[in-house]
């Protein structure tokens, strides 16, 4: 993996050589192996690798023979082989070994087409000085990020906002909006960021830019999920699993596998452990807690041992909570997921035995993994009597009382009981906990693309959701910064965009069947591992913040000293000066320490960029 930037004056000038090298090594943790830059009138684009594949010849940014074609680009593309004898045939001709010369050729071929031939994960951007032109991509799922800023006279972009952050005109202000949404869902969604005039690229899209215009264009959607049912499907599921974790593990630098224990891990380890190509006995890594309901580090040895894969194991404890001012600016953006700290904890542990690890990620999205998808298959069976008298008892009971929560969801539509599963601060947490600069109205939900999601059911509505916005806005976010901080790339078989297409065929009943969920991929895995390593209740990649809470390293106490740094003994950010007491005095109704971290993040981001 490798990180991108770069600037592009619409108008007249020439980008400053020093800011392109600000903005270019603000990214050194994604490419510590080497640096390029490129600049050309009104263009300048920077580049920082992380060697993979063609360790020797991938220099970046990357041109054609007649220098009028340059791309940045930051991934890995899977198919490139089959593309480069492809091209070849077409007749051009190849100085490296690296993928990154196949999206050049591929652009020269065949324009902007070459997009939906690419097989992987990537975001790249591509320079047509003949046209002069930028054209910037982000693959399908959203695995690597893009973010960009555009106004008539500049168009600023870059695998993470610190890169355009460094640019003089880049705006350094807050986007009430996105901090809106943020503590709604605990991460900006869709094309939002939380800096105003910054936009993230959504994923399966590009966009177009020249002196004129510019344009985002979709070119790929999830498919509905459900929609068929494929003969032979237990044998092609093994199929089609062995193939593209196979074609992941093309690398020259060592490879390894998180493996937490759980479902979705095991499946892309069991599948590793298969493999006849590799030589050497795969490395798997597990992060495990002191506290026994968090901890799966006894169910991943045990995996491991089954298919006799060598396997590492650390242990975190509250001490981790000092990761807080680091994973602020890791993240550049507030961002409620606290399983970012064992994520940056595994990432680092990895990178210590490899530079390559495949993750399990996305198989709750494809698969129906989520318990939340459970509780809509439910809610789906109650009468509309009953949703409406719910709706009357949760309006009248006070915030904080045990079950008012379950009274409001019960009357909610289905689109609107999706949020609510998935919203980290409801609407009452507006008004008694946030200030009124954040209890505003956004032209943007979740439930309104609840609401015009394919899907047969409100299970499969809720996966195509989940792979629209939380995927890619929490899980893939949350991977990619923790990764990248580490200089390790992390791959997602389950991601592969041709095995989405294919999962997404299996009738509703092999993804949630019977009270059952991921039926089709436990029963892969049975296949392959003992059924007692199976059959357990699911837990997740959470972090103990319930037992982290009080005590003197705790989050109350985090919460003191940010306020301390006030005149006024407040928050900086649009918080509450007693959200943090509230929500504590309310843990002992319902766990408030989502809610809790999401604060604290808030505040710390806050007062990093704008105090």
């Known amino acids: 993996m490798c990180g991108i930037t770069g600037i592009f004056q619409r108008r007249e000038g020439r980008p400053d050589p020093q800011v392109l090298d600000a903005m270019t090594d603000a990214l050194v943790h994604r490419g510590p192996d080497g640096r390029g830059t490129y600049l050309h009138e009104g263009v300048g684009l920077g580049h920082r690798r992380l060697s993979i594949i063609g ?3 991938g220099q970046q940014p990357m041109t054609n023979r007649t220098r009028d074609i340059w791309v940045t680009y930051n991934g890995e593309i899977y198919n490139y082989m089959l593309l480069k004898q492809e091209l070849e045939s077409l007749g051009y001709e190849f100085r490296t070994h690296s993928d990154t010369e196949v999206i050049v050729h591929g652009y020269q071929a065949w324009g902007d087409h070459v997009i939906d031939r690419l097989r992987g994960i990537f975001a790249f951007v591509i320079y047509d000085q003949p046209r002069r032109r930028l054209l910037g991509v982000r693959d399908r799922l959203g695995v690597k990020p893009l973010y ?9 972009f870059g695998s993470e906002p610190k890169a355009l952050l460094k640019h003089p005109r880049m705006p ?4 009430l909006d996105t901090i809106h949404l943020c503590m709604r869902y605990g991460y900006p969604p869709a094309h939002y960021s939380a800096f105003a005039g910054m936009h993230q690229l959504e994923p399966g899209c590009y966009i177009s830019v020249d002196r004129e215009h510019h344009r985002v264009v979709r070119y790929w959607t999830p498919p509905e999920l459900g929609s068929d049912d494929p003969p032979n499907a237990d044998a092609e599921l093994d199929r089609q699993v062995d193939e593209t974790v196979e074609i992941e593990l093309m690398s020259e630098v ?8 759980g479902i979705d891990s095991s499946v892309v380890a069991a599948s590793i452990a298969r493999n006849p190509k590799l ?4 490395r798997t890594f597990c992060i495990g807690f002191p506290e026994p309901k968090y901890d799966e580090s006894k169910y991943s040895k045990a995996v491991a041992d089954s298919l006799g894969l060598a396997h590492h194991v650390e242990t975190m404890s509250v001490d ?3 990761l807080l001012d680091k994973l602020v600016e890791i993240y550049d953006e507030p961002f409620g997921d606290s399983s970012a700290i064992p994520t940056y904890a595994l990432c680092k ?3 210590q035995h490899v530079t390559v690890a495949l993750s399990g990620d996305g198989g709750d999205e494809v698969f129906g993994g989520y318990r939340r998808y459970k509780k809509l298959h ?5 009468p509309s009597l009953a949703r409406r008298a719910s709706a009357i008892v949760a309006n009248r009971m006070p915030t904080g009382v045990r079950g008012a929560g379950r009274f409001e969801r019960m009357g909610l539509t289905m689109p609107h009981q999706y949020e609510h599963e998935i919203t980290l601060f409801q609407h009452r947490h507006f008004e008694e906990l946030l200030t009124p600069d954040l209890d505003r109205q956004v032209d943007w939900s979740l439930a309104d693309l609840f609401a015009r999601a394919p899907g047969k059911g409100p299970v499969q509505k809720a996966q195509w959701v989940d792979l629209m916005s939380y995927l890619p806005g929490d899980i893939l976010t949350k991977v990619d910064r923790a990764s990248m901080a580490n200089s390790l790339e992390v791959r997602v078989p389950l991601l592969d965009h041709v095995f989405v297409e294919w999962a997404a065929t299996l009738p509703p009943e092999k993804a949630f069947g019977d009270g059952q969920m991921k039926v089709a991929l436990k029963d892969h895995l049975a296949r392959r591992v003992p059924r007692n390593l199976i059959d357990r209740p699911k837990m997740g990649f959470g972090v103990p913040l319930e037992y982290w809470l009080g005590g003197e390293n705790g989050l109350t106490r985090i919460a003191e000293g940010l306020k301390a740094k006030h005149p006024q003994g407040k928050f900086y950010s649009p918080v509450r000066a007693n959200a943090v007491t509230e929500l504590a005095r309310q843990h002992g109704h319902s766990d408030t320490t989502a809610q809790v971290w999401m604060v604290l993040f808030l505040e710390t981001w806050w007062q990093r960029h704008f105090v």
């Open 349 to 351: 542990m990895a990178r």
């Open 320 to 322: 981790s909570l000092g």
């Open 279 to 282: 030589i050497e006995r795969p």
């Open 148 to 156: 960009y800023h555009l106004t008539p006279e500049l168009f600023l």
């Open 172 to 175: 350094k202000r807050p986007d």
């Open 254 to 261: 060592p490879l390894g596998a998180f493996l937490s224990g």
């Open 55 to 57: 360790l020797s010849d």
């Open 378 to 382: 439910g809610y789906r069976e109650l």
